[in-house]
């Protein structure tokens, strides 16, 4: 079992920036997929960005260019840097660990909230 905590989020003005954390614990394997998700009010989750243990990174167009993912193995804790946050960045993001191609691991999410 993998449970994942994460934490970070709050309130921030247009502009501003964020960083979040989301620390992993259990069997953590060094080929798990991890990542950020977010859902908006009265909208389906989608992707933010994901990290491979090779460090290869897939970001969503909507943020690319403000935010980053990265991720410390040794710690088992993915990372999401989140800069010039817009209005439309406000919901909750969830941590994904994707493992096998067909196992998937939630946190229970944190708000984020960016004011105009």
């Known amino acids: 079992q993998v449970q994942l905590v994460e934490s970070g989020g709050g309130l921030v003005q247009a502009g501003g920036s964020l960083r979040l954390s989301c620390a992993a614990s259990?069997?953590?394997?060094?080929?798990?997929?991890m990542g950020w998700y977010r859902q908006a009010a009265g909208k389906q989750r989608e992707l933010v960005a994901t990290?491979?243990?090779?460090?290869?990174?897939n970001v969503a167009d909507s943020v690319q260019g403000r935010f980053a993912i990265s991720r410390d193995n040794a710690k088992n804790t993915v990372y999401l840097q989140m800069n010039n946050l817009k209005p439309e960045d406000t919901a909750v993001y969830y941590c994904?660990?994707?493992?096998?191609?067909?196992?998937?691991?939630w946190g229970q999410g944190t708000q984020v909230t960016v004011s105009s």
């Open positions: 259990g069997s953590i394997f060094s080929s798990d997929r």
């Open positions: 990290v491979s243990s090779g460090r290869i990174t």
């Open positions: 994904n660990v994707h493992r096998w191609g067909r196992l998937d691991y």
